[in-house]
């Protein structure tokens, strides 16, 4: 059995690199979810907000990135499912679809997908449309996200943007340009 990483071509992921198998897309599919798991215990309160700074909305979309549209989709959706039915890998090691955040991971299977689709086409290798694709990937979170929260919650919309969006946008700026110097470089390491 050969442990060769495939070479580059057009229409790859990072995970495409990997040599092919059933068990490599299960095996990533398990791991995106548990990464995704496991940022998500890095969570900080948010004073005036039911949902807190996570890493969770970073591994969401590294994973899409990475895996691709389908795997990322099935990794996401691994992970809501699983913290649904009770492990407790949500953020604060909660579990349910109960949380005001839970439109949050809802709106995190839909940019996972997006941004795996974009990194097919090339967004995760160069800075500038890294940059995009996170920034999309944010944006399709919270379309989804703070509505859920306004429903959830009873708040009005403007609230929901007061507490569920704008304390948040400094954080995912800095995911997004952590994001920008990680999947190019990635790139130029693997092309040498």
Do not use: C, H, N
Request: hydrophobic share 55%; aromatic share 6%.
């Amino acid at each position: 059995m050969s442990t060769a990483v495939a070479p580059v071509r057009p229409g790859q992921v990072l995970a495409d690199l990997l040599p092919a198998s059933r068990v490599r897309d299960i095996a990533l599919v398990v791991g995106g979810a548990a990464l995704t798991g496991l940022a998500a215990q890095i969570s900080v309160p948010v004073p005036g907000s039911p949902v807190p700074v996570t890493g969770q909305t970073f591994a969401a979309l590294l994973v899409g990135t990475t895996l691709g549209a389908g795997r990322g989709f099935l990794s996401l959706a691994l992970y809501a499912i699983a913290g649904v039915a009770g492990m407790p890998w949500f953020a604060g090691a909660t579990s349910g679809s109960a949380a005001p955040s839970f439109g949050y991971i809802l709106g995190m299977i839909l940019a996972s997908t997006v941004v795996g689709a974009l990194a097919r086409r090339g967004a995760d290798r160069s800075v500038l449309r890294t940059a995009g694709a996170m920034l999309l990937g944010e944006a399709i979170i919270y379309a989804v996200g703070v509505p859920y929260l306004a429903v959830a919650t009873g708040m009005s919309a403007s609230a929901a943007v007061a507490a569920g969006l704008t304390p948040f946008l400094l954080g995912d700026a800095l995911k997004a340009a952590l994001a920008m110097g990680l999947l190019p470089s990635a790139w130029k390491l693997i092309k040498r």
